[in-house]
C-alpha cells in the first residue's frame, strides 16, 4: 500500500514541480536561460552550467577541468583575489561548485533580492578570468593534496577508480575526474588558460535560476551582463570504446578493515531505452535491504555487511552498471562473487516478478520525486537532462520508466551482464 500511495503523490506532484513554470530564453551568443518560479519560500538558486568534464580533458591532462574549477574562486578582472565567496558571503548567501565526467556546475544559495550579485560575479569570470601563476601553483598543490586524501589514502575509492581505468581501454571515462597525479603535475598555466577559452564561453553552457523570482525582471538583468560575452562552439565529441574480450580484474593489498568486491559492466546512457531497464535491475538487484542481493549475501548467509549497485543512465555516454560488496572476511570474497553471479543467472533465466517490477519503480518514483524537494534539487535535476540535450527529457524519461516490463529487464541482464563485459575489482586488507 505504501508503494501505491507514494506513485499516487509522485504523479499528482510532479507536474506542480515541473513544467508549468518553467520558462528558456536563449541570448543572441547561445547562452541558454532557464528559470523555475516556485514562490513556497523566499530563496533562490543561481547556477551556471559549463558542459565540459574529465570526458573532454586531452590526453596526458586529467583534472585539467576540477583544477580550472579551483581557479575560477581566484578572481577576475572586476573582481581580483581571492573575493567571490566572501562577497558571497557577505549578502547572506553560500557557494559552491563542483565537476563530474560530464559537466562542471558553479552555484550560489541566497535571497532573491541578492540575485543581481551572482550576475555581476558569474559573468565576470565567464568573460575576464585572471591567471595568477601564484594562485595557480597554489591550487596545484591543493588538488594533489586532495587526490592523496581522497583517492590514495582511500583504499575503497582508489579500488573504484582502478576498475573504472581498467574497464574503459580508450574511451575518456577512464580518467579519475580529480585527475592522476603526474597529469595534475604536468599541467601548465598555458594549458589552463586554453581550456578555459574553449569550453568557459556562452556557447558551451547555460544558466537556471530558480526559486522565489520575478522572471521578467531577472532576463533582463542577465541579458544586460551575460548577451555581450563572445560566443564559442567547442567541437563536437565523439568517444570510442574497443570492444572488450574477456573478463579484467585488478587486485590491490591495502590498509583496510574490511575486504571490498566491485563488478561492474559497460551499459549504455539515456536515453538508450536499455539504461531504463539497468535503472529497474539495478533497484531489484542491489539497491535497498530489501534487495535480492542484501538479502541473499547480508541478511541470510551473513558474508557481506553491505552489498549495492548502481548505474549511471544521465551521463553524457554509456558509462558502468556497479555492484559492491563490503565482504566480512577475506576468504568469502570469491564465494560472495559467486553468488553474486549466481544471482544475475537467475535473472537471464527467469524474469522478475511483477511485484519487484511495480515495486522497483515505485522506488525510482520517489528517488526522482525527492531529489526534486528543494529549489536548489529541482534545478539541479533540470540541469542534468539539459546536459543530455534539453531538460525537457525529464518528461519523457518518467514516461519511459513506467514502460519498462520484467521482459525488458530480463533481456538486458542477458545482453550486458556477460563475461566479455566485466571488470572485477578487488581490495584486500595487507
Known amino acids: ?107 550560489q544559495k541566497l535571497s532573491p533580492s541578492k540575485l543581481q550579485t551572482s550576475i555581476d560575479l558569474e559573468s565576470d569570470r565567464m568573460a575576464n578570468l585572471l591567471f595568477n601563476s601564484e594562485d595557480f601553483e597554489l591550487e596545484k598543490k591543493i588538488v594533489l593534496e586532495e587526490r592523496r586524501q581522497r583517492y590514495e589514502d582511500d583504499p575503497e575509492s582508489l579500488i573504484i577508480e582502478e576498475v573504472i581505468s581498467l574497464a574503459f581501454k580508450e574511451h575518456p571515462y577512464r580518467k579519475p575526474v580529480i585527475g592522476w597525479t603526474e597529469d595534475i603535475e604536468s599541467i601548465t598555466l598555458e594549458d589552463l588558460k586554453n581550456y578555459y577559452n574553449k569550453y568557459y564561453c556562452p556557447g558551451n553552457a547555460f544558466i537556471i535560476v530558480a526559486g522565489d523570482i520575478k522572471i521578467d525582471e531577472l532576463k533582463e538583468k542577465i541579458r544586460e551582463k551575460f548577451e555581450k560575452i563572445p560566443s564559442c562552439k567547442p567541437p563536437k565529441k565523439f568517444f570510442h570504446e574497443p570492444k572488450q574480450y574477456g573478463q579484467k580484474r585488478v587486485i590491490l593489498k591495502r590498509q583496510t578493515h574490511l575486504p571490498v568486491l566491485v563488478l561492474s559492466y559497460k551499459v549504455p546512457a539515456y536515453p538508450d531505452k536499455d539504461s531504463l531497464s539497468l535503472e529497474i535491475l539495478s533497484s531489484i538487484i542491489g539497491e535497498g535491504k530489501s534487495s535480492r542481493l542484501y538479502r541473499t549475501l547480508v541478511t541470510e548467509k551473513s558474508l557481506a555487511v553491505d552489498v549495492s549497485s548502481s548505474n549511471s543512465p544521465l551521463s553524457r555516454d554509456g558509462f558502468l552498471f556497479f555492484i559492491l560488496a563490503s565482504v566480512k572476511t577475506p576468504d568469502k570474497v570469491e564465494e560472495v562473487e559467486k553468488i553474486i553471479k549466481e544471482e544475475i543467472e537467475k535473472i537471464k533465466s527467469e524474469p522478475p516478478t511483477d511485484t519487484e517490477i511495480e515495486k522497483a519503480k515505485n522506488q525510482i518514483e520517489a528517488s526522482f520525486l525527492f531529489s526534486q524537494d528543494s529549489v536548489f534539487g529541482h534545478a539541479l535535476y533540470l540541469g542534468k537532462f539539459e546536459v543530455l540535450g534539453n531538460w525537457r527529457l525529464i518528461e519523457k524519461y518518467k514516461e519511459d520508466i513506467m514502460k519498462v516490463t520484467a521482459k525488458d529487464v530480463q533481456e538486458v541482464a542477458k545482453k550486458y551482464f556477460n563475461f566479455d563485459n566485466l571488470t572485477v575489482g578487488v581490495l584486500l586488507p595487507e
Open 1 to 107: 500500500m505504501k508503494y501505491l500511495v507514494i506513485s499516487l503523490i509522485f504523479v499528482l506532484i510532479f507536474p506542480l514541480m515541473g513544467f508549468s513554470e518553467v520558462k528558456e530564453e536563449v541570448l543572441k551568443n547561445g547562452l541558454k536561460l532557464i528559470f523555475i518560479e516556485d514562490h513556497s519560500a523566499p530563496l533562490a538558486t543561481f547556477q551556471v552550467w559549463y558542459k565540459v568534464g574529465a570526458i573532454d580533458e586531452p590526453e596526458g591532462k586529467s583534472g585539467i577541468s576540477h583544477l580550472l574549477e579551483h581557479m575560477m574562486f581566484r578572481g577576475s578582472k572586476n573582481y581580483p583575489g581571492n573575493v567571490f565567496s566572501k562577497i558571497i558571503q557577505s549578502q547572506g548567501g553560500i557557494d559552491n561548485a563542483f565537476t563530474t565526467k560530464d559537466y562542471t556546475v558553479y552555484f
